[in-house]
């Protein structure tokens, strides 16, 4: 059975904007996803150490795929661009986090769903209320765009292309 997932999407190093857009025609591409869409891109100031501006933005999948098989496939897209994991919060050349996978909540050691930091980053709720406002967040039972209210959204602009 299907499930609909959210998935954000990062990058502060190299040609970002062509890396993300390359990542959506990856995701489009894959034989287990569907893209059911994805928000405009958005340029906002790093949260953790002293870094370039990011570009942020959200997409919205369907897919057939576990969990667990969903991450893989998210973190063999990130090593394609060859993300190197050093810092914690540091550069990266594409970070894909999964946000939410249907209304499941789950709690292992490598995964961990809705993702955890999500209701608190302001570049990651401002693009996936665009294309997901009134998705209900399991564990809060309020939807995206309730969440996004109680946020400073300074850092996050949108990139006119
Ligand atoms: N919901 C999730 N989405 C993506 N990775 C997750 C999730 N939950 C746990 N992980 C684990 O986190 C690891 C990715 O860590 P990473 O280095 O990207 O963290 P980070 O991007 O620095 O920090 P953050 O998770 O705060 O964005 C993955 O290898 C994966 O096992
Ligand atoms: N603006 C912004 N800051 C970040 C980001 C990001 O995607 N955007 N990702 C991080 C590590 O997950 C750390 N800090």
Not at 14 to 35: A, F, K, M, R, V
Not at 101 to 128: E, K, Q, S, W
Request: aromatic share 6%; glycine share 6%.
């Amino acid at each position: 059975m299907s499930k609909k997932c959210a998935i954000a999407l990062g990058s502060n190093l190299g040609d970002s904007l062509n890396i993300l857009e390359t990542t959506i025609t990856l995701l489009s591409q894959h034989p287990y996803l569907e893209l059911i869409g994805h928000s405009p891109w958005y340029k906002t100031t790093p949260i953790g150490p002293l870094q370039p501006n990011y570009l942020n933005g959200c997409a919205i999948l369907e897919t057939s795929l576990t969990p667990e098989d969903l991450l893989q496939t998210l973190l063999s897209i990130e090593q394609k661009f060859g993300r190197i994991r050093r810092e914690k919060w540091g550069p990266r050349t594409l970070d894909l986090d999964l946000l939410l996978y249907g209304d499941l909540i789950l709690d292992t050691p490598n995964l961990t769903i809705p993702h955890p930091l999500m209701l608190d980053r302001a570049f990651v709720l401002v693009p996936l209320a665009d294309i997901a406002a009134t998705w209900v967040h399991p564990m809060t039972k309020k939807m995206i765009q309730e969440h996004l209210k109680g946020l400073n959204c300074e850092g996050v602009q949108p990139l006119i292309s």
